[in-house]
């Protein structure tokens, strides 16, 4: 079965995970420069297969859109083009960055480790991506 890739986009750094080809676990992936995520998502669906892809949705506590919420959905218009051929999908965001905090600092690393800003954008990945596969955070549909 073809992996899903999930992205927590940011404007500068985006976060990424990835499942299993089962679908069972999700990994961390990589951190990457915004402004060259289409490229690394290019390379990797070159090796791997890829079925579709999981965008976190920036929600304020009510569920309403926020500041970064349209340069989301700008990303999302470009991955569609770019991507044609793989679904993508919105999920809820909005806990991911502090579950991502309490993950760290359960982790036990050492405060420089925990500073390292890429780390809490892959965990942020992760944690959407799980919840994406528990069928709890969806909130778009494929398309």
């Known amino acids: 079965m073809p992996r899903v890739i999930a992205i927590d986009h940011g404007s ?3 976060g990424l995970a990835v ?3 089962l679908r069972i676990i999700a990994t961390a992936l990589d951190t990457v420069e915004t402004k060259e995520l289409l490229a690394y998502l290019k390379s ?3 090796k791997e297969q890829v079925d579709g892809f999981v965008v976190g949705l920036p929600m304020d506590l009510s569920g ?3 500041d970064a919420t349209p340069g989301v959905l ?3 218009d470009v991955l569609r083009k770019a991507f044609p ?3 993508v999908e919105t999920v809820d965001e909005r806990f991911t960055s502090r579950m991502a905090q309490q993950t760290l600092l359960a ?3 050492g405060r420089m480790a925990r500073r390292e800003k890429g780390q809490l954008d892959r965990i942020s990945a992760t ?3 799980q919840g994406w596969m528990e069928g709890g955070t969806q909130v778009g549909s494929r398309q």
Do not use: N, V
């Open 12 to 14: 500068k750094r985006t």
């Open 19 to 21: 499942t299993d080809p």
């Open 44 to 46: 990797y669906c070159a």
């Open 64 to 66: 309403r859109p926020t």
């Open 74 to 76: 700008a990303f999302i």
């Open 85 to 87: 051929q793989h679904w």
């Open 107 to 109: 982790s036990g690393k």
């Open 127 to 129: 944690i959407m991506l």
